[in-house]
Structure formats: C-alpha cells, structure tokens
C-alpha cells in the first residue's frame, strides 16, 4: 500500500459517560469503513478512549464497534496507536486481538513523502511542575498498576469516569495552547537539534495549532475529534 494516504488522529476520548450516545463513536466507525481501499497507515495520536485499561481475562464493556472496526482496518493498512494519559495502560490487547500496533514510547519518528515527522501524544513531553510528574509518576508506576488491576474492574472504570468526569467539569473549554511558551513547543524545539524533522504532530490539548518550531520544522496539535474533518492527512 505503499504511495497511499497517511491518516492522523487524537483524543476522541470514546466511553459511556463522555461519548453519550455513541455519537462519536458512531462517526468513528463510520470513518474507519470510509478509508479508502489504498490507504497506508491510521495513527492513533493518544486519548482514543476516554479511559482503558487491559486485563488479562476480562474486555472493558462498551466501545465493541469501534473494536470490530479498527480490526478491520488493520487488516487493511497498518494502524499505530499511541497511548495517552487516558488510555496509557493499554499493554497488548489490542495487538493480539486487533491487530494494532503499539507504541509504548513517548515519541515516534517515521518518514513520509520525503519528509521526517516526529509523532506522540504529547502529555509527558517537555518540562512540568512537580504536580504533574507526580501525576505522570504514580500513574504509570508499576507497582500501582498492579495494585490496580487487583481490584475489580468495576470499582477501577466507575473511579476513573468519575475522574474523567470531575476534569470535564473543570475544564468545560480547552485550554489555549501556550505557543512558544508551552513544554510541547519546548520539546520539539529542543529535539529538533539534534533531529531532523520537518513536522511534530502531537494531540492531547484539543486546541488545533500550527507554528513553526525555531530549530526547524513545523508544530502540530491536532484538536478533538468530532468528526472526518478533525482529521489531519498526508
């Protein structure tokens, strides 16, 4: 399939309680089956559910068309999934079953068209404050994931909607990208020194942004999907 069109998108943050009535997942679904029949990869930039977590003899309830679908669309093109900070405890389900390819690293170079691109969610890069990487650290720990998996999966998914649920309250509009100011643009600019890359796409802030980086290359934030327009093509 190689010469095919390359699809990228983030933070449709599927699930019962932040996707009422499946719409997005609806339009998701209805998008894979669009793709056309040459197409070369789907990128999934991170957030694609609203939260998810593998188990080893259990399936989270919900979200089971868009499974079967992206099934079938990796059987079509290669689809790369990016874990973000909500669905970051995705370990190998969805490659044995699915079929999908995981990336378990913060970034990903590929090269497109002749050009270098730089591929992540997005949440983790750059410098924080130390409440978000305590946040980064207790969450992606181990040991607290395993102490997490011990309990059962009902008390662990009504806990962490109620979570997702608390952060939508608060936070009702996105938060404008910072711009040159923001850890992202910080990242890319720092790699870009050392780096190669014509393009950074990222996801993560749900504020569509462009900017040219000063080390080279452009910036990217896709914003939410809603729909076939939030996604980017190359």
Same mark, same amino acid.
């Given at each position: 399939?190689?010469?095919?069109?390359?699809?990228?998108?983030?933070?449709?943050?599927?699930?019962?309680?932040?996707?009422?009535?499946?719409?997005?997942?609806?339009?998701?679904?209805?998008?894979? #089956?669009?793709?056309?029949?040459?197409?070369?990869?789907?990128?999934?930039?991170?957030?694609?559910?609203?939260? =998810?977590?593998?188990?080893? !003899?259990?399936?989270? #309830?919900?979200?089971? &068309?868009?499974?079967?679908?992206?099934?079938?669309?990796?059987? &079509?093109?290669?689809? =790369?999934?990016?874990?973000?900070?909500? !669905?970051?405890?995705?370990? !190998?389900?969805?490659?044995?079953?699915?079929?999908?390819?995981?990336? &378990?690293? $913060?970034?990903?170079?590929?090269?497109?068209?002749?050009?270098?691109?730089?591929?992540?969610?997005?949440?983790?890069?750059?410098?924080?404050?130390?409440?978000?990487?305590?946040?980064?650290?207790?969450?992606?720990?181990?040991?607290?994931?395993?102490?997490?998996?011990?309990?059962?999966?009902?008390?662990?998914?009504?806990?962490?909607?109620? =979570?997702? @649920? #608390?952060? #939508?309250?608060?936070? $009702?509009? $996105?938060?404008?990208?910072?711009?040159?100011?923001?850890?992202?643009?910080?990242?890319?600019?720092?790699?870009?020194?050392?780096?190669?890359? !014509?393009?950074?796409?990222?996801?993560?802030?749900? @504020? $569509?942004?462009?900017?040219?980086?000063?080390?080279?290359?452009?910036?990217?934030?896709?914003?939410?999907?809603?729909?076939?327009?939030?996604?980017?093509?190359?």
């Amino acid at each position: 399939m190689a010469g095919g069109r390359s699809y990228f998108v983030a933070d449709l943050h599927l699930g019962p309680d932040s996707d009422p009535g499946g719409v997005r997942e609806k339009a998701f679904v209805d998008f894979l #089956r669009s793709l056309p029949a040459d197409a070369e990869a789907l990128y999934l930039l991170g957030d694609i559910f609203d939260f =998810w977590i593998d188990y080893r !003899d259990v399936v989270p #309830r919900g979200c089971v &068309r868009v499974l079967a679908a992206l099934a079938d669309t990796a059987q &079509r093109m290669d689809v =790369w999934f990016f874990r973000g900070n909500h !669905d970051w405890w995705v370990t !190998d389900y969805f490659e044995k079953e699915l079929g999908v390819h995981i990336v &378990r690293e $913060p970034v990903k170079e590929i090269e497109l068209g002749g050009r270098r691109i730089c591929l992540g969610h997005g949440d983790t890069l750059g410098a924080h404050d130390a409440k978000s990487k305590l946040i980064f650290h207790v969450f992606r720990n181990k040991t607290c994931l395993a102490l997490l998996k011990a309990l059962p999966p009902h008390w662990v998914f009504r806990f962490a909607r109620a =979570w997702s @649920a #608390r952060s #939508r309250r608060n936070h $009702p509009v $996105p938060t404008p990208f910072a711009g040159r100011e923001a850890p992202l643009y910080h990242f890319a600019n720092e790699y870009g020194r050392n780096h190669d890359i !014509d393009l950074y796409i990222f996801g993560h802030w749900h @504020a $569509p942004t462009r900017l040219p980086v000063e080390s080279g290359g452009e910036l990217i934030i896709l914003g939410a999907w809603t729909g076939a327009e939030d996604t980017f093509e190359l």
